[in-house]
């Protein structure tokens, strides 16, 4: 039986119009109102996160999500930070220097807006996905000052899968790299993953790995996915993510996510 469900959201939980379907809601209600616990795990910021949660209801039950790629575990109920784990300004600065010899464009997080310098064609990608307010500053690395929950390249895909491929998972021992969309490469500390959040959680709550179920479609879903016990690709995952999944399912315009949850959890 089946007790813990772990969502990625962009491309995953979310349509590609950026809204959860009214089949894949009911499914995760229906699984919800069995005992089983639901959570979200994104790269977003907690602010961008929190609008769904609410549509799934998650602050009403014992329920969590995990933001900035695991750099933060949230309680719902009382939206409690429970986990957090930064990029210090030293490490920062470190992805801010290396952005800016390589001519990429980056954005990080302070107080829950997103603050850039400059500007780019899809200098407004993640405010368009999150909701979350954009601040212009003169100049980044020196405005921030302290630790930020992770730090984002945001450029043209072609510049973004060759930093990618360059860094093969690490800018250095210390500050590790992901990509989540074709446009974005993610930085955050060591350690930080969403697998490593979600066998944390797991092991507080007392579920087994094996009574977990993880959907997702990016690199930074990898290990969470290979770590539940029923590990879920959507159909519009890349090869990666599809190559390690127990079972992929239909994408995420075509409701995979209610797909599984009836066949594995409501049929039980």
Same mark, same amino acid.
């Given at each position: 039986?089946?007790?813990?469900?772990?969502?990625?959201?962009?491309?995953?939980?979310?349509?590609?119009?950026?809204?959860?379907?009214? +089949?894949? +809601?009911?499914?995760?209600?229906?699984?919800?109102?069995?005992?089983?616990?639901?959570?979200?795990?994104?790269?977003?910021?907690?602010?961008?996160?929190?609008?769904?949660?609410?549509?799934?209801? #998650?602050?009403?039950?014992?329920?969590?999500?995990?933001?900035? /790629?695991?750099?933060?575990?949230?309680?719902?109920?009382?939206?409690?930070?429970?986990?957090?784990?930064?990029?210090?300004?030293?490490?920062? %600065?470190?992805?801010?220097?290396?952005?800016?010899?390589? /001519?990429?464009?980056?954005?990080?997080?302070?107080?829950?807006?997103?603050?850039?310098?400059?500007?780019?064609?899809?200098? /407004?990608?993640?405010?368009?996905?999150? $909701?979350?307010?954009?601040?212009?500053? %003169?100049?980044?690395?020196?405005?921030?000052?302290?630790?930020?929950?992770?730090?984002?390249?945001?450029?043209?895909?072609?510049?973004?899968?060759?930093?990618?491929?360059? #860094?093969?998972?690490?800018?250095?021992?210390?500050?590790?790299?992901?990509?989540?969309?074709?446009?974005?490469?993610?930085?955050?500390?060591? $350690?930080?993953?969403?697998? !490593?959040? #979600?066998?944390?959680?797991?092991?507080? #709550?007392?579920?087994?790995?094996?009574?977990?179920?993880?959907?997702?479609?990016?690199?930074?879903?990898? /290990?969470?996915?290979?770590?539940?016990?029923?590990?879920?690709?959507?159909?519009?995952?890349? %090869?990666?993510?599809?190559?390690?999944?127990?079972? !992929?399912?239909?994408?995420?315009?075509?409701? $995979?996510?209610? %797909?599984?949850?009836?066949?594995?959890?409501?049929?039980?």
């Amino acid at each position: 039986m089946y007790k813990l469900i772990a969502l990625d959201m962009d491309d995953t939980l979310m349509t590609s119009s950026n809204v959860m379907s009214d +089949r894949t +809601r009911e499914a995760l209600m229906a699984a919800q109102n069995q005992g089983v616990k639901v959570m979200l795990a994104s790269g977003r910021p907690t602010s961008g996160m929190v609008k769904d949660a609410k549509i799934l209801e #998650l602050d009403q039950r014992e329920s969590y999500i995990m933001s900035y /790629n695991g750099a933060r575990l949230t309680a719902m109920k009382d939206m409690s930070i429970k986990k957090e784990r930064s990029l210090s300004k030293d490490q920062f %600065d470190q992805v801010y220097d290396y952005c800016q010899e390589n /001519n990429i464009f980056i954005i990080t997080y302070v107080d829950e807006e997103i603050v850039y310098e400059g500007s780019h064609a899809y200098m /407004n990608r993640e405010h368009e996905l999150t $909701g979350l307010p954009m601040k212009k500053v %003169d100049n980044l690395k020196d405005y921030v000052q302290g630790f930020v929950p992770k730090a984002m390249a945001v450029d043209f895909e072609d510049k973004i899968s060759q930093a990618d491929r360059d #860094l093969d998972g690490r800018l250095n021992d210390d500050i590790h790299a992901t990509t989540s969309k074709p446009y974005f490469l993610e930085f955050i500390a060591k $350690g930080v993953s969403k697998g !490593v959040i #979600l066998k944390e959680l797991a092991e507080e #709550l007392d579920i087994q790995r094996e009574e977990i179920i993880a959907f997702g479609d990016s690199d930074n879903d990898k /290990n969470m996915i290979e770590f539940a016990g029923l590990g879920v690709a959507m159909g519009n995952a890349n %090869d990666t993510i599809k190559s390690v999944a127990d079972i !992929v399912t239909a994408d995420n315009d075509h409701d $995979g996510i209610a %797909d599984i949850i009836e066949q594995y959890v409501l049929t039980k």
